[in-house]
């Protein structure tokens, strides 16, 4: 018997369908009946790859005393957060208030009349353990609480929407100075040097504005060089990376960069890409870093790529040893035993992969061994033959002939299909197009830096798909199953693909210019028309998460100014409207990238380590340049790393002139060589005095 989440599209909600739990998803009717039955709501955020969520799965959920239970004295409902990324940050906000502390399963007790949360947590074991209350014990206390203490039931929620409303009003008026910049640049390289404890994440957002800092390294009291550099290598090096198959998983649960949670998402993916490229292009010319790229563009190719061009969201950690077990097991597809590798392996390449890589009979991961490599540079032949080996026993082929592996849809077909090799993850093939963008921005970007045109035409079919497929009723969405769009897009979605049209525009100017680099800057004019019609907010400035139109089921509006795994919207379009200024000489763009400016200043003053995004557009704006130059030149200044330039070809520059330089609203002497172009360029880079 399934219940209503048989029919979801979503990956997430379909693997609760089986479930005893009287599920319903996020609907009008669903909070009409709890308004109505006086039921307090049990709403329960995840994503399809996320461990802990399928934990839960398999035990809370399936259990039927549970379900008897819930069923009875709550109305359940089931979200994922991939659609719904605007419910999931508020009510992950009031978590951490009441908490101290978030993560997913995201689990929220609201009350029916007002959708206010007055009780929240994470993962709730089936029976009391990790010092962690029984689901049953929880449920049971919960509805005394709400039906016997119903002033401190009150009390609390209106102590939590406070919070929330205050959150989203920001105060702006601080001076947007040298001095702000400054302090960003500091305080979010110390965020990326002072790791060392607990889980290691990619930190993305933080290492781009670490990387930005570079060039005022000697005003800064942090080595940006040394932690940039450094976060490069635990990323290529660390177990974090999938030395076989390509690809990053989303974190290590230790500060080594050892064992990772072994899901593989596509936004974590676009980052790293494009910050490798860009430390490459920064004249850190580690070969790790060029291997890293290069596998997960082919881990991309072979196993993300939809036939429609767009690729998929992410992989699960988990995935099946057998077909007889009954639930899979976390990195199962990935680890090698040592006996294992003993059969695989000559003694020579078994001899060099435990020199090169952390093998040892005992392994690093229950018994078995997460590959993590021991030192920088490249591998030698021998290790690489013995790569391909491991390559050919998990996938069935070679890793030269084997173009495409088709995704295991759900774990009934991971279990059932005939794979050559082991079974694999579970895929889930939906389209996110703010994820989809950033992973166009970094293959544009890497297409540049290593001269590599295949790395382009993936990203510009990706691109065309989004273009042309998810416009539905005049307005751009967030998803696309099976060929429809769904859902209307938020401030991410546009910011973001936003951002990589233009990074597709400069990407085209580096070797042929091509009319096609055009059409990319004219998709993004349109593209930032809509999202400053439906998300501008013309009273506070800024971008709401979501348009008027869709956010009546919200507590609050917010506008998304923090950095966690990706980038906040607020920050990407704040920078995309300074680069647009430059592009197109609208200074439109330019004013309205200082009213947003000013309308986080005070959090940024007061928070700087919160938004690091929002410090990298501070950085276009405080030293946002323009060069006009022919293509030829184009091509040189393409492969270098200068944050906060654009280009654009000039075919018809005054005589004995290589360029133009020019600093937002002024142009500097036209330069007649090379040298001193350069020499412009990078002064115009550093006009802050830090």
């Known amino acids: 018997m399934t219940n209503r989440l048989a029919q979801a599209q979503s990956l997430y909600l379909r693997k609760h369908a089986e479930n005893p739990i009287d599920w319903w998803p996020w609907c009008e009717e669903a909070l009409e009946t709890a308004r109505r039955d006086n039921k307090p709501i049990f709403l329960s955020v995840g994503y399809s790859s996320c461990h802990w969520c399928t934990v839960m799965e398999g ?81 049971q206390a919960i509805r005394r609480y709400y039906d016997h203490e119903p002033e401190k039931v009150r009390s609390l929620k209106e102590e939590l929407l406070g919070h929330l409303q205050s959150s989203a009003l920001l105060n702006p008026g601080q001076e947007l100075s040298d001095e702000l910049l400054r302090q960003g640049l500091e305080y979010n390289t110390g965020v990326l040097t002072s790791e060392g404890h607990g889980p290691s994440f990619p930190m993305i957002p933080y290492a781009d504005m670490a990387l930005h800092a570079v060039r005022f390294q000697d005003h800064l009291k942090y080595d940006a060089t040394e932690s940039c550099t450094k976060r490069g290598l635990n990323l290529a090096l660390g177990g974090i ?43 850190m010319h580690e070969p790790a870093f060029e291997r890293a790229i290069g596998g997960t563009v082919q881990w991309l190719k072979r196993e993300m790529t939809a036939p429609q061009g767009y690729f998929y969201a992410a992989q699960d ?42 093998v040892t009979r005992n392994g690093n991961f229950e018994g078995q061994n997460v590959l993590q490599r021991r030192q920088q540079g490249a591998l030698s032949e021998t290790v690489e033959a013995a790569l391909d080996k ?73 691109a065309n798909f989004i273009r042309q497929q998810q416009w539905a009723e005049g307005r751009f969405h967030r998803l696309n199953y099976d060929g429809q769009p769904h859902v209307p897009a938020q401030s991410e979605d546009y910011a973001l ?32 028309q809509e999202f400053d019609d439906r998300l501008w907010s013309s009273e506070l400035g800024g971008y709401y998460n979501t348009a008027s139109d869709a956010s009546q089921d ?82 040189q200044l393409a492969l270098q790393y200068l944050p906060t330039a654009v280009y654009l070809p000039e075919a018809n520059l005054p005589a004995a002139t290589i360029g133009l330089v020019c600093q937002g609203l002024s142009c500097k002497e036209p330069a007649t060589s090379f040298e001193q172009l350069w020499e412009q360029l ?6 802050t005095t830090v």
């Open 317 to 358: 950690a988990d995935s099946f040893s057998t077909r007889d077990e009954v639930e899979p097991e976390e990195g199962a597809f990935y680890v090698w035993d040592y006996n294992e590798l003993e059969q695989l392996l000559t003694a020579e390449e078994l001899t060099e992969l435990t020199q090169q890589f952390t």
């Open 682 to 687: 990078q002064q115009s880079q550093m006009r």
């Open 59 to 139: 035990e809370a959920f399936s259990d039927q005393a549970i379900a008897d239970y819930m069923n009875a004295n709550f109305l359940p409902i089931k979200v994922d957060r991939e659609e719904r990324p605007d419910l999931d940050s508020i009510y992950m906000q009031t978590v951490q208030m009441m908490t101290g502390q978030g993560g997913w399963p995201l689990n929220v007790f609201l009350a029916p009349d007002d959708l206010i949360p007055f009780y929240g947590g994470t993962y709730f074991p089936l029976e009391a353990r990790y010092g962690r209350p029984g689901f049953m014990q929880v449920l």
């Open 497 to 528: 693909f936003i951002k990589a049209l233009l990074d597709l525009h400069q990407a085209w100017l580096s070797g042929e210019v091509s009319v096609e680099s055009q059409a990319w800057l004219e998709v993004a004019v349109r593209v930032q």
């Open 390 to 462: 491991l390559f050919q026993v998990r996938y069935g082929a070679d890793p030269r002939s084997l173009t495409t592996f088709p995704p295991a849809r759900n774990n009934q077909e991971a279990k059932t299909q005939d794979w050559p090799g082991r079974i694999p993850a579970v895929t889930d093939t939906k389209m996110i197009a703010a994820w989809n963008s950033l992973m166009i921005s970094g293959l544009a970007r890497a297409a540049t830096v290593f001269s590599q045109p295949e790395y382009l035409q993936l990203a510009i079919q990706a």
């Open 554 to 635: 919200l507590l609050v509006r917010e506008r998304s100014y923090a950095d966690n795994a990706t980038p906040a919207a607020n920050g990407v379009a704040i920078a995309n409207l300074i680069r647009l200024a430059l592009l197109t000489e609208n200074l439109a763009y330019l004013d309205r990238a200082e009213q947003g400016l000013q309308a986080f200043s005070s959090i940024m003053e007061s928070a700087p380590q919160a938004c690091p995004s929002l410090f990298v557009a501070l950085d276009w704006y405080r030293n946002q340049t323009l060069v006009r130059t022919t293509s030829d030149r184009l091509d």
């Open 241 to 283: 990376y999938d030395h076989v198959g390509g690809g990053f998983h989303r974190y290590t649960v230790d500060p080594t960069w050892t064992v990772p949670h072994f899901e593989k998402m596509l936004y974590d993916n676009g980052q790293i890409v494009e910050y490798l490229a860009n430390l490459w292009s920064a004249g």
